[in-house]
T-cell receptor
């Protein structure tokens, strides 16, 4: 079946460095993608989203890149801070206006080292 | 503005019992999604409610059901609980004509 997957389950970076979290998706019909951050014991927190008609979107310290040719999504976090430590999920919305909910990957655990 | 709220935060049940989980969406949001996050797995889509109606459900058995009330809050019911139902249950709300799903803190259900 269709799925969203992450290349790396764990990513360890030094505080202050930039981090890149990657995600591969397989549903070419998906029209909307979201990155969520989930801290231990909490629900997923929205970070940034991008529609399929875009290839880049920037937020505060975060950038999402979408490459539809290779079905790849990435999240870049600039100048990582201890508070960035969490599990990051990418999610896609299959076309259909949200009827099927979001399809999530299993997550990447980002560890910020001092 | 208050975010999505869920209750209870934790729930312990025994196999065969029923569980009821509640969700209050962000004020003004009319759509509620339910997801299951089992240990070691990603979030799995359970149910979608919009304007008081069940619009779609994921690949879960009928003992997972729910409803949405006139104030757009929602309830998830799980009947005949099984051990593998132990998970974090998350709800998310979406505003009318919007796309972003905002999640609540979840209810952690433990089935013994």
């Amino acid at each position: 079946g269709e799925s969203v997957g992450l290349h790396l389950p764990t990513l360890s970076v030094q505080e202050g460095d930039n981090s890149i979290i990657n995600c591969a998706y397989s549903n070419s019909a998906s029209d909307y993608f979201i990155w969520y951050k989930q801290e231990s014991g909490k629900g997923p927190q929205f970070i940034i989203d991008i529609r399929s008609n875009m290839d880049k979107r920037q937020g505060q310290r975060v950038t999402v890149l979408l490459n539809k040719t290779v079905k790849h999504l990435s999240l870049q976090i600039a100048a990582t801070q201890p508070g960035d430590s969490a599990v990051y999920f990418c999610a896609e919305r299959p076309s259909g206006g949200g009827a099927d909910g979001l399809t999530f990957g299993k997550g990447t655990h980002l560890i910020i080292q001092p | 503005e208050a975010g999505v709220t869920q209750s209870p935060t934790h729930l312990i049940k025994t196999r065969g019992q029923q569980a009821t989980l509640r969700c209050s969406p962000i004020s003004g949001h009319t759509s509620v999604y339910w997801y299951q996050q089992a240990l070691g797995l990603g979030l799995q889509f359970l149910l979608w409610y919009d304007e008081g109606e069940e619009r779609n459900r994921g690949n879960f058995p009928p003992r997972f059901s729910g409803r949405q009330f006139p104030n757009y809050s929602s309830e998830l019911n799980v009947n005949a609980l099984e051990l593998e139902d132990s998970a974090l249950y998350l709800c998310a709300s979406v505003g009318l004509a919007e796309e972003t799903q905002y999640f609540g803190p979840g209810t952690r259900l433990l089935v013994l």
